[in-house]
């Protein structure tokens, strides 16, 4: 993809760039590194196509030029991120002015591919000497801003105001992640999947919570993503298997052989190993294989697509069904979706929550549907929310969806209150539609 007023740049080159800056800097002078990705690029590229993609890829980085200093480079970082270094600062605080400068620059109506299309920004920055002393430490630190901004639902964010877990603090998590664990505080929580054609629950989505004593309930993400950087994700993985399978046999005794699709780290998808440890748990608790589903991001068997593959296929050769999740927002090739030993698609929310207001996103749906049809799978379609979106899925011939219409997701002592109701699915859907209006 090109951005023509953009340099393009790997990560790797940034950082050997930082680096340099950073030895030539003179004592007492500052420089920044902003990271800004473009929100909800992603629907657009799939939406409209790459042609206007790259026009709103162009524009963006047109509009950033103009508002940088004269020898402040700006790179593109690959899909949606670009990257700014503002050198020869006088103070620190610069760089939040040019953070604001170039939100408003970017934020907007922008003309791409004869469309005006609404386009936002993230963005996140740090500061050399103030957060971090060589390159390596100043692009983890710009990083972690915007990824804070990301979960606070903000618009820019500077290190130094990070919320967040942050350096020693991530450290901390992860002690107390393997301490959690030793100690089984950690719950699973099952969100109930729906036969959309027959009105029946189909199966339950497995999703890992964590409350803490001091922080309240921590992110998924935040944890997750902290043992993906350590060895603990073996750990949290087996103990998610082991707990999933073992409470699984709870659920089979109110409703016989539904599924339980449980989330595989894209770290365990080039390690053979994980093959037997799956193997080894269902074996322990007696797991039908047709009654699992691991689920896979379409990112994660493109790391390493070869070795993924092999990976893919010993698991489905052990019975166990095989989902792509975030279907739509990744990038994997057709040749390469039809080697795969996959059951099932699941259809991003972000195409399914305002499907009924926008022709495009239904457009999408409609075409992973037939798509994953015509290569026998069936689809799940993820974030249903009201009535309309559902009966609209049920025309499209859609098999499987879930989300807060029919319930959201429940404890296991919960779940097992509720299941008789939510087997019923008209009771079902009202009891969800009550919690719904609880939420809110």
């Not at 909800?40 to 980085?61: E, H, K, S």
């Not at 740090?126 to 983890?140: D, E, F, I, M, R």
């Given at each position: 993809?090109?951005?023509?007023?953009?340099?393009?740049?790997?990560r790797?080159?940034?950082?050997?760039?930082?680096?340099?800056?950073?030895?030539t800097?003179?004592?007492g002078?500052?420089?920044?590194?902003?990271?800004?990705?473009?929100?909800?690029?992603?629907?657009?590229?799939?939406g409209?196509?790459?042609?206007?993609?790259?026009?709103?890829?162009?524009?963006?980085?047109?509009r950033?030029?103009?508002?940088?200093?004269?020898?402040?480079?700006?790179?593109?970082?690959?899909?949606?991120?670009?990257?700014?270094?503002?050198?020869?600062?006088?103070?620190?605080?610069?760089?939040?002015?040019?953070?604001?400068?170039?939100?408003?620059?970017?934020?907007?109506?922008?003309?791409a591919?004869?469309?005006?299309?609404?386009v936002?920004?993230?963005?996140?920055?740090?500061?050399y000497?103030?957060?971090?002393?060589?390159?390596?430490?100043?692009?983890?630190?710009?990083?972690?801003?915007?990824?804070?901004?990301?979960?606070?639902q903000?618009?820019?964010m500077?290190?130094?105001?990070?919320?967040?877990w942050?350096?020693?603090?991530?450290?901390?998590?992860?002690?107390?992640?393997?301490?959690?664990?030793?100690?089984?505080?950690?719950?699973?929580?099952?969100q109930?999947?729906?036969?959309?054609?027959?009105?029946?629950?189909?199966?339950?989505?497995?999703?890992?919570?964590?409350?803490?004593?001091?922080?309240?309930?921590?992110?998924?993400?935040?944890?997750?993503?902290?043992?993906?950087?350590?060895?603990?994700?073996?750990?949290?993985?087996?103990?998610?298997?082991?707990?999933?399978?073992?409470?699984?046999?709870?659920?089979?005794?109110?409703?016989?052989?539904?599924?339980?699709?449980?989330?595989?780290?894209?770290?365990?998808?080039?390690?053979?190993?994980?093959?037997?440890?799956?193997?080894?748990?269902?074996?322990?608790?007696?797991?039908?294989?047709?009654?699992?589903?691991?689920?896979?991001?379409?990112?994660?068997?493109?790391?390493?697509?070869?070795?993924?593959?092999?990976?893919?296929?010993?698991?489905?050769?052990?019975?166990?069904?095989?989902?792509?999740?975030?279907?739509g927002t990744?990038?994997?090739?057709?040749?390469?979706?039809?080697?795969?030993?996959?059951?099932?698609?699941?259809?991003?929310?972000?195409?399914v929550?305002?499907?009924?207001?926008?022709?495009?996103?239904?457009?999408?749906?409609?075409?992973?549907?037939?798509?994953?049809?015509?290569?026998?799978?069936?689809?799940v379609?993820?974030?249903?929310?009201?009535?309309?979106?559902?009966?609209?899925?049920?025309?499209?011939?859609c098999?499987?969806?879930?989300?807060?219409?029919?319930?959201?997701?429940?404890?296991?002592?919960?779940?097992?209150?509720?299941?008789p109701?939510?087997?019923?699915?008209?009771?079902?859907?009202?009891?969800?539609?009550?919690?719904?209006?609880?939420?809110?």
């Amino acid at each position: 993809m090109s951005v023509t007023a953009a340099q393009s740049l790997t990560r790797a080159q940034l950082l050997d760039l930082l680096d340099r800056q950073i030895d030539t800097a003179g004592a007492g002078h500052n420089l920044a590194l902003l990271l800004f990705d473009l929100r909800d690029f992603r629907r657009i590229n799939a939406g409209y196509g790459q042609r206007v993609g790259d026009a709103v890829l162009a524009a963006a980085a047109e509009r950033i030029r103009q508002v940088l200093r004269p020898g402040d480079p700006l790179f593109y970082l690959g899909h949606d991120e670009f990257a700014v270094l503002l050198l020869a600062l006088k103070t620190p605080q610069v760089a939040e002015l040019a953070m604001q400068k170039i939100h408003a620059a970017i934020s907007g109506r922008h003309t791409a591919g004869g469309l005006e299309l609404a386009v936002a920004v993230r963005c996140g920055g740090a500061v050399y000497p103030l957060h971090a002393s060589n390159g390596q430490a100043l692009l983890q630190a710009a990083d972690m801003a915007l990824y804070q901004a990301k979960m606070q639902q903000q618009e820019r964010m500077l290190y130094e105001k990070c919320q967040g877990w942050g350096g020693h603090q991530q450290l901390e998590l992860q002690l107390e992640l393997a301490q959690a664990l030793n100690d089984n505080r950690l719950k699973l929580y099952y969100q109930p999947q729906f036969d959309l054609q027959r009105g029946r629950v189909h199966g339950f989505e497995t999703l890992l919570r964590w409350y803490h004593a001091e922080h309240g309930w921590i992110s998924p993400e935040v944890f997750i993503a902290v043992a993906e950087r350590s060895e603990l994700i073996d750990q949290l993985s087996t103990w998610t298997f082991n707990t999933a399978m073992r409470e699984q046999r709870r659920l089979h005794d109110i409703l016989p052989r539904t599924a339980l699709a449980i989330n595989l780290s894209p770290c365990l998808l080039n390690d053979r190993e994980i093959v037997t440890l799956v193997h080894g748990i269902m074996n322990i608790w007696g797991t039908p294989p047709e009654t699992l589903v691991l689920e896979i991001t379409e990112n994660a068997m493109m790391t390493d697509p070869a070795r993924a593959l092999c990976i893919l296929e010993a698991l489905h050769d052990l019975g166990i069904r095989l989902s792509i999740d975030d279907f739509g927002t990744g990038y994997s090739s057709l040749a390469y979706l039809q080697r795969l030993p996959v059951d099932e698609l699941k259809i991003d929310k972000t195409f399914v929550l305002d499907m009924v207001h926008n022709q495009h996103n239904r457009q999408i749906v409609q075409s992973v549907i037939d798509l994953a049809h015509n290569l026998g799978m069936h689809v799940v379609a993820e974030g249903i929310e009201d009535a309309q979106t559902r009966n609209m899925l049920v025309a499209m011939g859609c098999d499987y969806g879930q989300g807060y219409h029919f319930a959201r997701p429940l404890p296991l002592t919960e779940l097992c209150e509720r299941l008789p109701a939510l087997a019923d699915s008209d009771k079902g859907v009202a009891d969800s539609q009550s919690d719904c209006q609880d939420r809110a």
